[in-house]
């Protein structure tokens, strides 16, 4: 059975809302069997994450329950040292053949518009190009042009507007964020105390 499979990454720190419509709608339009949640160890490109590596991993398995097609994958978080796509593809590519021996799996890698046009500086840019498909996701109504060399497929996700953010600065204020987030990420960071400034 040949699998198509969708690679969400990012700091999830924390998951919102907007995240899971991405994969959703990738899902749908892609007709993919499921799609990984890979949240990023130490994001090279990033600033300083917040929350710890347990406690993102954790709101993203919250932000999955219900969705049978959502897996979290901890290829990034289990991996020392800088947090580069091209190894979280090999490595999910590995981890598959090794699971699915009989198998084969072709693989979408999700991102949006930003990462998109930063592509090009990316690690080993071509290489990955080789080996996913790659899907951008962007606002409705929002303009993108693909990039030379780099084929993708657009995606409008409404509420792609909202942020991580926006989640630690409304939280961290004291705001309500019943919005932005799963039901289940919001008593998580309620519960523990996350992003209180």
């Avoid at 300083?48 to 999955?64: D, F, I, K």
Wanted: glycine letters at 6%; aromatic letters at 10%; charged letters at 20%.
């Amino acid at each position: 059975m040949q699998y198509r499979i969708g690679i969400l990454g990012g700091s999830f720190d924390p998951i919102h809302l907007a995240h899971v419509e991405a994969a959703r709608i990738a899902r749908k339009t892609l007709d993919l069997d499921f799609v990984y949640l890979v949240p990023a160890g130490n994001p090279y490109h990033r600033d300083e994450v917040l929350a710890s590596t347990e406690q993102r991993l954790a709101m993203c398995e919250l932000a999955a329950q219900g969705h049978d097609w959502l897996q979290v994958s901890k290829v990034d978080t289990d991996r020392i040292g800088n947090t580069y796509t091209i190894d979280t593809i090999r490595e999910l590519a590995q981890e598959f053949t090794l699971n699915h021996p009989n198998d084969s799996a072709e693989w979408f890698l999700i991102l949006g518009a930003d990462a998109y046009q930063d592509f090009p500086q990316w690690k080993q840019p071509e290489e990955i190009a080789r080996s996913v498909s790659m899907v951008v996701v962007s606002r409705p109504g929002e303009s993108s042009q693909e990039l030379d060399h780099f084929p993708c497929r657009f995606i409008d996700v409404p509420g792609w507007e909202i942020s991580s953010t926006q989640v630690r600065l409304s939280a961290g204020n004291n705001e309500s964020i019943s919005e932005l987030v799963a039901p289940s990420v919001n008593e998580y960071i309620t519960t523990n105390k996350l992003y209180i400034n």
